[in-house]
């Protein structure tokens, strides 16, 4: 049995969290244990993966169970098609290298997203125009409630940008114990995004998407181990087609995203850097120098700091652009 024991909890904004009762379940039953635990003293639940997208507070009374397990195999559907099995405790991007590595298309455009496989589907990761939702088949969990197993298929998942049944609906009411990819031999490189089509060959092989994206990505983005963040902070807003309209008379450069159903995605981080953020620093938190939609966190600070500045942030974008920003990473605790 897993021992609920306190501890530290590592996160990647750096913020200091003490979790009173921390559980990693390496085995389906160890899970139930836990949520069993967690009903009986009727305390609060708290699952975490890696805790890259969360914002914790200094104490996590109750029980915080981590799915530990990391196990993956996979079954060859036919000839092009790879069904890959993930238990939620693996790391996303150890799982990503082993299928690139295989020469296996579908995920490379996921490549160095942090955090575990079990958090993938609750917000939907997505990269450079490709989503989780793309290539996922099933998600199993348990309920919270009752221990009951159950599987969800993707439409179950009711998928949106950033967005699934798990993290509305469903939220803290299941724990995910694993997700099933349907991936392809057959070459399927999407380059739309960004500059990738720029940084590979012509017919490039999946390896080389995944070099060309984590490459991106290491220049741009700042790395959790040497200055503390969560990722982008904020979600990229849709808008109505006539507000977009009127915005784009006014700043013809600002990216924007026609989506099917007629309204329009923008990029928060243009917003942001045009209000003057980018590089910034109030106190031990900033706005990261190349990337105006993560905030960075250089030591010392607490969440009431970290959320006074997004809020700042998000008033002053409002104030501009008549655009509200909606934070990407949850509260917990
Ligand atoms: C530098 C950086 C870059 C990032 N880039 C991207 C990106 O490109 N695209 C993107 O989509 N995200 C990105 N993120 C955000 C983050 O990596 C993803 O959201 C990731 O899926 C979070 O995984 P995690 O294991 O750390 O989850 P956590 O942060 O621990 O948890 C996130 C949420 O999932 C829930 N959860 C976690 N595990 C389970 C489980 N087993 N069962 C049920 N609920 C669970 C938690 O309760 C919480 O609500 C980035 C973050 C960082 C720090």
Redo the contacts with the bound molecule.
């Keep these: 049995m897993a021992l609920a024991e306190a501890a530290i909890l590592e996160?990647?904004l750096g913020l200091p969290c003490h979790a009173e009762r921390f559980i990693a379940a390496t085995t389906h039953d160890e899970v139930r244990t836990a949520l069993a635990m967690a009903a009986r003293d009727t305390s609060p639940l708290?699952?975490?993966?890696?805790?890259?997208?969360?914002i914790l507070a200094p104490r996590l009374s109750g029980v915080t169970l981590?799915?530990a397990c990391d196990d993956w195999w996979w079954e060859e559907s036919d000839e092009q098609t790879i069904r890959v099995y993930a238990q939620?405790g693996l790391p996303?991007h150890d799982l990503v290298t082993a299928c690139v590595e295989r020469g296996w298309w579908g995920i490379e455009n996921?490549a160095?997203?942090?955090?575990?496989v079990?958090?993938?589907p609750?917000?939907?990761?997505?990269?450079y125009g490709v989503e989780l939702a793309d290539v996922l088949e099933a998600v199993h969990?348990i309920h919270c409630d009752d221990g009951r197993d159950a599987v969800f298929s993707r439409d179950d998942c009711e998928f949106a940008y950033?967005d699934s049944i798990?993290?509305r609906d469903l939220?803290?009411r299941?724990?995910?114990?694993q997700v099933v990819l349907r991936l392809s031999r057959h070459p399927s490189p999407r380059l739309g995004y960004g500059d990738l089509a720029k940084r590979v060959s012509v017919h490039p092989e999946v390896q080389e998407i995944f070099d060309a994206v984590c490459a991106v990505?290491r220049e741009k983005?700042?790395?959790?181990a040497v200055l503390g963040?969560?990722?982008?902070f904020f979600t990229n807003p849709v808008i109505e087609a006539t507000q977009a309209e009127r915005l784009l008379r006014e700043y013809p450069a600002m990216p924007h995203f026609p989506q099917p159903d007629g309204s329009v995605k923008l990029a928060a981080g243009w917003l942001i850097e045009h209000c003057g953020f980018k590089g910034a620093r109030f106190g031990a938190f900033g706005v990261h120098e190349r990337q105006a939609l993560?905030l960075v966190h250089f030591g010392g600070g607490d969440r009431q700091e970290l959320l006074a500045l997004a809020e700042h942030i998000r008033d002053t974008v409002q104030q501009a652009f008549g655009v509200m920003l909606e934070r990407?990473?949850?509260l917990?605790g």
């Design positions: 996160n990647t708290h699952i975490v993966g890696g805790a890259s997208n969360l981590q799915v939620a996303w996921l160095l997203i942090p955090g575990h079990g958090a993938a609750i917000q939907n990761i997505g990269a969990v950033r798990f993290k939220a803290g299941v724990v995910v114990t990505r983005l700042p790395d959790p963040n969560a990722g982008s993560v990407e990473p949850r917990m």
